[in-house]
C-alpha cells in the first residue's frame, strides 16, 4: 500500500447505527487527537465513514473505543474496517456529510433534555436562560423534525432558522458541546414560542409560558404544542377542569396521563420504587404507570375505576418552564385529539381540530414533520413492557436473529403500527392509533411514506391481517405493485413474540389472547393456543365459542356477553337469577338479548378471553358498558387483590381440537354472587381459573406433542395478574416462558409478527 511502513498505517472505519445527532463525529474527532492519529470523519447514509492513519497499536486501541466509549445517545450496531491508502494527512478533521445510494444509517428518537442544558435554562448569566428551544448534541428533538437522511440541518424543520454567528460558531467547534446540534439555537437566531386564544388569535404576553401557566392555575384547558404533537393540559387537582376536558374530548373515563415537575412531585400522588424512579428519569420519558397514593391530592376523575396513574416527567424545555411558572400544579397532559383521532401536529390545524376543547393555545413556530404520542410502560413479571412505544424509542430498530427479506407490513385495526424489514432489523413505527376514521388513515399512510423514504426500504411483499374490513387490509388489496401475504391475526401476535425472544425456529405454544381477531372459520377468534412458528401454525386448543349478540354492539355493551354465557351455562331461565346484571339493564332489552343468542340473530360465535372478562364483569354489574376497548377487563382486574384463591371448575372437552368449557366457571361466578361473595373474592378465584386453566392445557399439549417453549402474546397480556399468575405457574412445571419486552403485547406489536410471517413465504430463514 503507497506510503505504508511497519510503524504507520492507514484504515477506513465505517460505523454502523445511531450515529448521526448525537455527538458521535466530534468524539471520534476528539479521540483520535487524543491517540495522536490523523485523518477525517463524515456522516454518510450508511452511518459515520473514517479514516485514520498512524502507529497500527494506536489505531487498534481507537477501534476498540469506538464502541466501548461511545456518546450517551449513540448506539453502535456494526463495524467494519480495511487497510486503506496512506494519504499522508496533517491532522484529523470533520469533513461535510455524503450522500449514499443506499441508507443505512439508525436514526434518534427524541431526546429528554439533558442535565446540562437544563442547568443552562435555569442560569440567568447564561445567553439562552429561559429559552424554551435550549438543546445539544445530547438531547432535543430528532426523529419528528426529520425529513431525510444524512441528519444535518438543511434535512430538518430547522432549516427555516438560520443560525447566528455566536449559535453558528458552536455549531462548527468540534470541541463544543453543540457541535453539529441540528437544532442548536438562541433567542436570536431559533424558534419563538406564542400565547393564542380559543380562535388562535394572538394573546399579548411578555412572557407567554408565564401567562399559560397562570391560566391553567385559573383552571383553564390548554393546547401545549411539544415535540410530537399538541397535549391538551390542564389542573390535575382541579375536579371541574379534568371533567370539562373529558367532556369536550369525549373521553369519558379513560385515564389521563400527567405531568409532573419531579419524582418529588409525583411521589405526592403515587408510589415509586427504584426502578420506576430509573424509568421516569431515563432520556426517553416515558409515562410510567404508578401505583396510587391513597388518599392522593388529584381530582377523581383523572384515572377513575383504577389503582394505578400513568405519570411522566417534563422531556422539553417548554415542559420545565411551564412546571416551574405553574408552581406546585400537577398537569393532566393528555393527547391533543379529540377521542380515536390523530394527535394534532400543526399550529392551525390544532386550532381547527382543538378550538372547541381548549380555551387557549401555548405554540411554536418549530414545524413537526412526523406526529409521535409519548411511549407507555409498565413493569409486569419482572420486565419493562411496552402499553404504547412510540416518541423517545422510535425509530430504535428491533434486532433480529437473522436477516430477512424486506417486507411492509400493515398491523391490525386498532392500536396500529406498521413494520419495515431490512437485514436484521425490523422498524416498527411509532403508535398510529385505530384505523376507524379518516384522518387516522391518512397519517397511517403518511407514516408509512415517510418511513420507506427514511429508511431507503423497498419492500418486495406487504403483509396484512386476514380480516376483510380492516382499513389496513383494504390498502394492501388495493394496491397492485407488490404480492401481499395475508396473515391470521393471533399468528401474528405469537410470531411477534417470537422474534423479538430471538426464537430459534421451531414450533412453540402460542397462548395468543386478546379482544378481536379474525378466525380461519369466520369467527370471532381471541383465546387461542396454537402450536406456530414463522412458517404456520395448528389450532390445537380454544376457549369454546358463543354467540356474540349485536358483533361489534357486545363490544361496547358486556352485558350482552353476559347473557350469552349466562345462556349457555343456565339455560332459557338465566334472566330469572337475582343476578347484578339485571340492576343494570332493563329487562326488556335483556331478554331480546337473549332472544338474539338463542336464535343466532346478528350474533356470531366468538372465542375471545377479552369477550369471557366481558361476560364476568357484566354479570356482576362492574361494567355492564364500556367508554374504550378492554375496559370491562382492565376494571375486574383492578378489583382482584391478587390473594391465592381456589380456582371455579373448569373442563378441557377434545372435539375438533381441545375447547375450554367455560360452563362451570360462569355458574360458579353466579353461585358466588348469589351467595353475597365480595367482588374482589370473585375476581381473584376468575383469575385463578384462567391461570389454572391455560397452564393445565400447556402440560397436556406438552405431552402429546414434547414441546416445551411457551410463548405469550395479545392484549389479554396487559393483564398483570394473568401474566404474572401464569408465567409463575408455566415456569414451576419446567417450560421455558416468553412474553413481550421490546413491543406492545397489544396490537400495537402485530405488524412485527406479520413481516416475519411474510418474509418466511419468501423461503428464507426469518424467526428473529
Known amino acids: 500500500m503507497v506510503g505504508m511502513t511497519p510503524d504507520r498505517t492507514a484504515r477506513q472505519i465505517q460505523v454502523q447505527g445511531i450515529v448521526q445527532g448525537v455527538g458521535f463525529r466530534p468524539f471520534v474527532y476528539s479521540l483520535a487527537r487524543a491517540r495522536g ?18 502507529p497500527p497499536e494506536k489505531i487498534a486501541r481507537f477501534e476498540a473505543d469506538l464502541t466501548r466509549e461511545a456518546p450517551p445517545l449513540a448506539l453502535v450496531t456494526g463495524v467494519t474496517s480495511h487497510t486503506a491508502a496512506m494519504a499522508h494527512f496533517p491532522d484529523f478533521a470533520i469533513l461535510p456529510s455524503q450522500g449514499a445510494r443506499e441508507k443505512t444509517t439508525l436514526i434518534s428518537p427524541d431526546v429528554a433534555t439533558c442535565p446540562a ?34 441528519y444535518d440541518r438543511p434535512h430538518t424543520s430547522m432549516r427555516a432558522f438560520r443560525m447566528c454567528d455566536r449559535c453558528q460558531s458552536e455549531y462548527d467547534d468540534p470541541g ?5 446540534a441540528q437544532p442548536n439555537a438562541c433567542w436570536d437566531c431559533g424558534p419563538r414560542m406564542a400565547l393564542w386564544d380559543d380562535r388562535g388569535r394572538d394573546v399579548e404576553a411578555a412572557d407567554p409560558i408565564h401567562q399559560a401557566a397562570q391560566w391553567l392555575s385559573a383552571g383553564r384547558i390548554l393546547a401545549v404544542k411539544g415535540l410530537g404533537g399538541f397535549h391538551l393540559a390542564v389542573d390535575a387537582a382541579n375536579e371541574e377542569a379534568v ?31 427504584p426502578e420506576d424512579a430509573v424509568l421516569l428519569t431515563c432520556p426517553q420519558r416515558p409515562i410510567v404507570l404508578l401505583p396510587k397514593r391513597e388518599p392522593n391530592p388529584l381530582a377523581p376523575s383523572v384515572a377513575p375505576d383504577n389503582r394505578f396513574f400513568g405519570a411522566m416527567l417534563p422531556y422539553t424545555p417548554v415542559h420545565h418552564l411551564l412546571l416551574s411558572a405553574a408552581a406546585q400544579l400537577t398537569l393532566v397532559m393528555t393527547s391533543g ?29 418549530r414545524d413537526i414533520y412526523l406526529r409521535s404520542d409519548d411511549s407507555l410502560v409498565t413493569r409486569a413479571d419482572g420486565q419493562v413492557r411496552f402499553l404504547r412505544r412510540s416518541r423517545g424509542y422510535v425509530p430504535v430498530p428491533v434486532f433480529l436473529r437473522a436477516p430477512v427479506p424486506s417486507v411492509l407490513a400493515l398491523g391490525a385495526e386498532l392500536k396500529n403500527t406498521v413494520c419495515l424489514t431490512k437485514e436484521d432489523r425490523a422498524f416498527v413505527s411509532q403508535h398510529i392509533g385505530d384505523l376507524e376514521n379518516l384522518a387516522t388513515y391518512d397519517f397511517f399512510r403518511m407514516t408509512i411514506a415517510h418511513l420507506q423514504r427514511l429508511l431507503d426500504i423497498h419492500p418486495r411483499v406487504i403483509a396484512c391481517d386476514r380480516h376483510p374490513d380492516y382499513l389496513s387490509t383494504r390498502y394492501a388489496l388495493e394496491q397492485t405493485e407488490l404480492p401481499v401475504v395475508q396473515v391470521q391475526h393471533h399468528h401474528a401476535h405469537v410470531v411477534s413474540a417470537m422474534a423479538e425472544n430471538h426464537l430459534a425456529d421451531g414450533p412453540v405454544i402460542g397462548l395468543a389472547f386478546d379482544g378481536t381477531g379474525y378466525g380461519d372459520d369466520g369467527s370471532v377468534w381471541g383465546g387461542e393456543i396454537l402450536v406456530a412458528d414463522a412458517r404456520g401454525y395448528e389450532r390445537v386448543a380454544s376457549l369454546a365459542a358463543v354467540p356474540m349478540p349485536g358483533s361489534a354492539a357486545a363490544v361496547r355493551e358486556p352485558w350482552r356477553m353476559a347473557v350469552s354465557y349466562l345462556a349457555a351455562a ?9 343476578l347484578p346484571l339485571l340492576r343494570t339493564v332493563e329487562p326488556g332489552r335483556a331478554a331480546l338479548v337473549l332472544e338474539m343468542v338463542r336464535k343466532r340473530i ?28 378492554g375496559q370491562a377487563a382492565m376494571e375486574l382486574e383492578m378489583l382482584a387483590t391478587g390473594a ?11 372435539q375438533d381440537i381441545y375447547r375450554l368449557d367455560t360452563r362451570p366457571i360462569i355458574r360458579g361466578v353466579v353461585a358466588d354472587l348469589e351467595a353475597g361473595i365480595a367482588l374482589a373474592a370473585i375476581a381473584d378465584r376468575f383469575h385463578a381459573t384462567l391461570v389454572a386453566g391455560f397452564a393445565a392445557i400447556c402440560l397436556r399439549i406438552r405431552r402429546e406433542r414434547g414441546l416445551g417453549r411457551v410463548v405469550f402474546s395479545g392484549g389479554a397480556f396487559q393483564n398483570r395478574l394473568l401474566l404474572t399468575g401464569l408465567g409463575r405457574a408455566l415456569r414451576a412445571e419446567g417450560f421455558e416462558v416468553f412474553s413481550h419486552r421490546l413491543v406492545p403485547t397489544n396490537d400495537g406489536g402485530l405488524a412485527l409478527g406479520q413481516a416475519l410471517v411474510a418474509a418466511a413465504s419468501l423461503g428464507r430463514r426469518t424467526v428473529g
Open 37 to 54: 492519529l490523523v485523518g477525517h470523519v463524515a456522516n454518510t447514509a450508511d452511518g459515520v465513514l473514517i479514516h485514520v492513519e498512524g
Open 117 to 150: 442544558c437544563l442547568e443552562e435554562l435555569f442560569d440567568p448569566a447564561d445567553r439562552r436562560h429561559r429559552y424554551p428551544f435550549i438543546n445539544c448534541t445530547n438531547c432535543g428533538p430528532r426523529y419528528t423534525i426529520i425529513a431525510e437522511v444524512p
Open 176 to 180: 463544543n458541546r453543540r457541535f453539529h
Open 243 to 273: 371533567r370539562r376536558l373529558r367532556r369536550r374530548k369525549r373521553r369519558d373515563e379513560k385515564p389521563l396521563a400527567l405531568m409532573a415537575a419531579s419524582l418529588e412531585a409525583i411521589r405526592a400522588f403515587a408510589r415509586i420504587c
Open 337 to 365: 385529539n379529540l377521542s380515536e383521532e390523530p394527535i394534532a401536529i400543526a399550529n392551525q390545524e390544532a386550532v381547527t381540530r382543538l378550538g372547541a376543547i381548549a380555551d387557549g393555545f401555548l405554540v411554536h413556530d
Open 570 to 578: 343456565l339455560g332459557d331461565t338465566c334472566l330469572e337469577r337475582p
Open 602 to 629: 346478528n350474533a356470531p360465535l366468538t372465542s375471545s378471553l377479552g369477550r369471557l372478562f366481558d361476560a364476568v364483569a357484566g354479570i356482576a354489574g362492574v361494567c355492564p358498558r364500556v367508554a374504550f376497548e
Open 644 to 654: 391465592p384463591s381456589t380456582p371455579y371448575a373448569f373442563q378441557w372437552t377434545p
